[in-house]
């Protein structure tokens, strides 16, 4: 079991910076990759970005937050952060860290993943 938990959401300008936190605990060793998705009201949940957990490199990112966000852990292996910049509306929507198990690549597709934290609200302001 890998258990996730969020931090750092809430509301901020267009063109602000948010940073966001993804507190891992349990049998965090088994995971190949985390990530970050983000779902919107009305729409599928999204891939946003993804690191290879154990060694921290091979960030992956979608094209519409690629510039903008960076990912990264800490060298302890507890957390994954998430430093969105130059904000939008459209980045507005709740974002939730995941756990893959599966090793070999970074997956995009949400039902790859096998753990999913909680999700923080990001709210975008015009």
């Known amino acids: 079991q890998v258990h996730l938990a969020e931090s750092g959401g809430g509301l901020v300008q267009a063109g602000g910076s948010l940073s966001l936190s993804c507190a891992a605990s349990?049998?965090?060793?088994?995971?190949?990759?985390m990530g970050w998705f983000r779902q919107a009201p009305g729409k599928e949940r999204e891939f946003v970005a993804a690191?290879?957990?154990?060694?921290?490199?091979?960030?992956e990112y979608s094209d519409s937050v690629k510039d903008r966000f960076t990912i990264s852990r800490d060298n302890a292996k507890t957390t994954l952060f998430l430093q969105m910049n130059n904000l939008k509306p459209e980045d507005t929507a709740v974002y939730y860290c995941?756990?893959?198990?599966?090793?070999?690549?970074?997956?995009?597709?949400?039902?790859?993943?096998?753990?999913w934290g909680q999700g923080t609200q990001v709210t975008v302001a015009s």
């Open positions: 690191i290879r957990w154990w060694t921290g490199d091979n960030p």
């Open positions: 995941a756990a893959q198990i599966l090793a070999g690549i970074i997956t995009r597709t949400p039902e790859q993943y096998d753990y």
């Open positions: 349990g049998q965090t060793y088994a995971a190949y990759a």
